[in-house]
């Protein structure tokens, strides 16, 4: 099973409850890349475009490379009103772009879904002397502010949630200093998610083991996850980290 297309069977659940990144992100990325319309940016997987506005807004030319057929298609229908905008879909790994073409190429939780070498390689290549590699993702701490009901969900996991295939996705993001890249940051901020039973069944059934969760396990896994939160008042607390790691290549 390749899980980088598990998600594509479901892009408007997969739009609609994966959390969005904060301003003070994309602020940083914008301050230090200097987007404007001269920059040409590549985004690698943006799923449904959860990453996605805030770059095309900078005005820059932007350019997608998306695996997913369904995925690609929403992108087009969501963005198409943006003049500077284009997707390709196909498969990074393989896709043949032209060494040093892009100021910024950006990665919202996809890159770890690609091999370290061939990730961090490839983007020193295509990128241009003196670009930008920027990747982030959402790191969501369930169990801080929830006290015995994170126990009660860690038992439901235990007793239903049997799945074919784990998600073993490991990336080192700072092994890119072993690729070339100077300049090495990181940033981090948080914020926090309060969500009711549906809604957190909702954004965990956008996640790639769940999807791929069946019966007989897939019904009692869920009104067990279902039960524990009605009975903590309706209501769990997430809180995400959101990292950025930001790398440029030498002038």
């Known amino acids: 099973m390749d899980f980088r297309k598990t998600f594509d069977k479901i892009p408007e659940e997969f739009d609609k409850y994966r959390p969005r990144y904060c301003e003070e992100l994309f602020e940083k990325i914008d301050s230090v890349c200097s987007l404007d319309s001269s920059k040409i940016v590549l985004e690698i997987g943006p799923g ?10 900078t005005g820059c030319r932007y350019t997608a490379i998306e695996l997913g057929e369904n995925f690609t298609s929403f992108m087009k229908n969501k963005f198409s009103c943006y003049d500077n905008f284009q997707i390709i879909n196909d498969d990074f790994e393989t896709h043949d772009f032209h ?13 770890q879904w690609i091999p370290e070498k061939v990730a961090f390689s490839k983007t020193y290549q295509i990128l241009k002397p003196g670009g930008y590699l920027a990747m982030f993702m959402t790191r969501s701490d369930e169990k801080s502010a929830n006290g015995n009901l994170y126990e009660k969900i860690a038992q439901v996991y235990k007793e239903h949630f049997q799945v074919k295939q784990r998600y ?68 769990i607390v997430i809180i995400d980290t959101i990292p950025l790691y930001l790398v440029q290549k030498p002038q």
């Open 48 to 57: 449904t475009g959860q990453a996605t506005e805030p770059i095309l807004e």
């Open 99 to 111: 060494p040093d073409s892009f100021d910024l190429i950006f990665s919202a939780a996809t890159i």
């Open 168 to 235: 073993n996705c490991n990336l080192n993001y700072e092994n890119v200093r072993n690729y070339g890249f100077v300049n090495y940051n990181y940033y981090e901020w948080k914020k926090e998610r309060i969500l009711t039973s549906e809604e957190y069944i909702s954004y965990i059934s956008t996640h790639c083991e769940h999807i791929t969760l069946e019966e007989p396990y897939k019904s009692a896994f869920y009104a067990g996850i279902k039960k524990a939160i009605m009975e903590n008042d309706d209501k």
